[in-house]
């Protein structure tokens, strides 16, 4: 279905849908340097025949020739059709779905965070392509690397797979950043995905740069790279031009928090802990009780947002771990895979900085705010390309509920354990640094630390099920996919679950 060339060669999208309304998104490749007239078609079924709307809008050279078509006055829960056309060039017919409204009972999403284009093939984007009874497809940032294609000297170098970075350098311009999002959309496995699903994002901190922080990242220097202000500013650009997002607040485009209803079934609330934090490991110190991972204005509005929230569930949308992720009692050697996974700092006896743990004060307070009432929250999260299953307590003590539960979703290409040790997956080894992991690190239920895959989350009122669903292989195209681990909350606490 993909197109290699034509008008329309990065495909179609769709994204952040609502009950009545969801945003298309197309991009217009021509010889043409000004603005292109397109139309668009929204159809209640495949051939476009029993139409619901279209309209005209305009590839703009100021938005990099992308379109954005906000469509509303939808129905809950209704799959839905459509196609762009220019020039007398047709997109791709494909499909959309408008989140359940009042009264549903039901609600199915895959996660991802991660992928990694030089890192494997989106063999992951390829399965949840396949899927048809999913309402969308919720991305915890990573959805492109800003790396330059080789690492520096001692970091583990991707595999010769065929899929380098067409900009060999990081990305650092408006053009750069344009660039990478555009080799993404050029790929066949995440074309299929946006042609069936929907989706809902947040950002890590590679949409940006590596490390970023409010004022700067790990990976940039100023004085070589410029102002990170600047740089920060057109990934933001790029980002909005080259995804189907609707901005939250069109007059703050830094601004990617947000809360999504879904009826009274879930709050879902996406936040970003990346763009607006103090610097990891930098001032003020851990322990001081202004240190902030959200920013005033998103804790703010975060806080006052799970308190009026009325829905059955909470959800948490966000690419850091909030539960521990190190423990002083573990042997050297579960502590160096930690450490080589940044799931523990480097001196092995405390949180990566980069995490929740690096903000303990804000992570106490948000705790608290989950804890009104407890066991109404699950948090997804991404960012350390491994699966987990974790409580989430507030306070140390024995015997009391969780305030809430933590899933985490492996990465979709970007390296495990496995690759970073240089041994093949599912090995002993690792599974001796899993089976030591749970037993020693508090509140820890389920890990699996080797596998690229992503994971279904599938809800009712009664419970919420994960199924981690793990590829065999990203270093070439593949179909194979299994259920790797299967978790359910029931009553605010987690138990495994047989495969069906
Ligand atoms: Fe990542």
Redesign the pocket.
Known sequence: MSQAAGLFRHAVASGDPLQDRVMLWTRVTSDDPGPIDVTWTVARDRDLSDVVCEGTAIADPDRDHTVHVDVDGLEPATTYYYAFAAQGEQSPTVRTRTLPGPGADHLRFAMV????YNAGFFNAFGRIAEREDLDFLLHL??YI?ETPNMLPPGAPQPPEIGRPFDLIHQCLTLDDYRRRYAQYHGDPDIQAMHLMHPMIGTV???EFADGAWRDGSSWHNPEVDGPFADRKAAAFQARWEWLPCRPPDPSDMSRVYRTVPIGDLADLFIIDTRTRRDEPGGLPDRDDPARTQLGTEQREWLFGELERSKAHWRLLGN?SVMGQTWSEHLPESVTNALKLLKLAGENGVEPDPDHWGGYPAERVALLDKLDEPPGKTVVLS????VGLAIELHDHDAPGRDPVAVEFVTS?LT?MNIDDKMGWPRRDERSLEIERIAIETVPHWKWCELDSNGYVVIDMTRDRVLAEWWFVDTVLAPSTHEECGGRWMVEHGRPFAVPAP
């Open positions: 965070s991660c992928a990694s940032g990573d690397y890590d901190d590679h690419a991404g960012d350390v390309h990465s970007s």
